[in-house]
Each structure stands twice: as structure tokens, then as C-alpha cells.
């Protein structure tokens, strides 16, 4: 079964600075890929997602991840975080034709004003 | 994407008590999926939920325990049975988005067992 590691538990930054989250999975096949973001008090939300093709996908608000097959890797970035940016960010990876979804640990980004 | 909801957004039980958790969507999906956030964690799948068929559980997971119901394409319960405070978690069910293999998420259901 696919198992997700997020390298980062808590992440704090100040404004304008960059932003790189790591998520590693293990899984033999093609797989789909995730980031979500929780803000405070709200719920899951869809951040970015990569099925095929170009290996670099661009989410909303800026963010930007990049799959990497050879490291198995889907690293999370933006290049200049804001006090907004801080939520609980989690990746989660299925295979295709298969909803069994698997979450990271999540990384909690605090971006001090 | 679907706006779901749930209902209630918080509660807090009794050790012994059972709670169901509703989960309403604003438009027809196939396949409904209850999770479970415990404290400080990731999110652990508990069962998927397909309309007119029973629910399929994750290891760890057991029907006596988290019976689900999805008597049509826009609805699904779940319900916590005889609760200890182990239960104790924020509850979740998101839905697939037509066949993209894309899951939304509704609000959680945060459950406090005493």
C-alpha cells in the first residue's frame, strides 16, 4: 500500500520569505498526486493536484509544486509566503482507478508578520 | 466542486453514547468516503460509502463500530458507537469528483468523548 511522508512537522518563516514543503511516497506505480491546505478553523481544501504531464503544477494562491519520479518526490513551494499562508499542509497520494487516498502526517507553516 | 456539509460541527458525549454524523451534499456523487483526524495527526480513512451498496472499511475500521448509511447520492451517515474517549477526533467525509479522482472535503464534525 502507498504511504506518504511529509519531512517538515512545523515550519515558521517570515513574510516574503520562500517556501519549500517536503512530501516523499511510497509506491511502486503511477500515482496521483495532492496538496490540501487547512486554515484555522476552516476545512480541507484542494490546493494543487498532479495526474500527468507536465511535472511542475500550479495551484491557487501561488503555490506551485513539482513532481519528481526518480526521488518519488511532490515538494511543495511558493515563493514568497504571507501571514495568510498559515495552515496545515498535507499531501496525499492514490493510484489511478483507485479513491483509496493516503495523507502525510501534515507540516504546520506559521509565517510570522 | 461540491459544497458539502455536516451536521453537527462539534459535540461532546458521554463515554457509553452513540452520535451519527450526517454529511449532505449539494450534488449527486458516486462515492463518499468518511475519515477520521485525531489529534495533532493526518487524516485516517475509515470506510467508503457508495450509494445502494454496503460500505467498504479500512483495516482498524469495523461496521458494529462506525455503521454507515448512504440511502441516496447526496447523503451519508456515520455514526460512532459506544464511545470511549479513544473516539475522541475530528470526523470527516469528503466526496470524489466525478470520476477524477479528486476528493472534497466537508467542514469536519469535531467529537469530545468523556
Known amino acids: 500500500a502507498q504511504s506518504v511522508s511529509q519531512h517538515n512537522h512545523h515550519v515558521i518563516l517570515s513574510e516574503a520569505a520562500s517556501l519549500e514543503l517536503g512530501c516523499n511516497y511510497s509506491?511502486?506505480?503511477?500515482?496521483?498526486l495532492f496538496w490540501y491546505v487547512q486554515y484555522p478553523g476552516q476545512h480541507l481544501q484542494l490546493l494543487l493536484k498532479?495526474?500527468?504531464?507536465?511535472?511542475l503544477v500550479k495551484g491557487i494562491k501561488g503555490f506551485e509544486a513539482e513532481f519528481i519520479k526518480s526521488k518519488f518526490s511532490f515538494n511543495l513551494r511558493k515563493p514568497s509566503v504571507q501571514w495568510s499562508d498559515t495552515a496545515e499542509y498535507f499531501c496525499?497520494?492514490?493510484?489511478?482507478?483507485?479513491?483509496?487516498?493516503?495523507f502525510g502526517a501534515g507540516t504546520r507553516l506559521t509565517v510570522k508578520p | 466542486s461540491a459544497v458539502i456539509s455536516q451536521k453537527p460541527s462539534r459535540d461532546i458525549c458521554q463515554r457509553g453514547t452513540s452520535l451519527t454524523i450526517q454529511c449532505q451534499v449539494d450534488?449527486?456523487?458516486?462515492?463518499m468516503f468518511w475519515y477520521r483526524q485525531q489529534p495533532g495527526q493526518s487524516l485516517t480513512l475509515i470506510a467508503t460509502a457508495n450509494q445502494g451498496s454496503e460500505a467498504t472499511y479500512e483495516s482498524g475500521f469495523v461496521i458494529d463500530k462506525f455503521p454507515i448509511s448512504r440511502p441516496n447520492l447526496t447523503f451519508s451517515t456515520l455514526t460512532v458507537s459506544n464511545m470511549s474517549p479513544e473516539d475522541s477526533s475530528i470526523y470527516l467525509c469528503?466526496?470524489?469528483?466525478?470520476?477524477?479522482?479528486?476528493?472534497?472535503f466537508g467542514p469536519g464534525t469535531r467529537l469530545l468523548v468523556l
Open positions: 498532479y495526474f500527468s504531464g507536465d511535472p
Open positions: 496525499a497520494v492514490n493510484a489511478p482507478n483507485n479513491n483509496d487516498m493516503r
Open positions: 509506491y511502486g506505480g503511477t500515482v496521483n
Open positions: 469528503s466526496v470524489e469528483d466525478g470520476g477524477r479522482w479528486t476528493q472534497y
Open positions: 450534488s449527486q456523487v458516486t462515492m
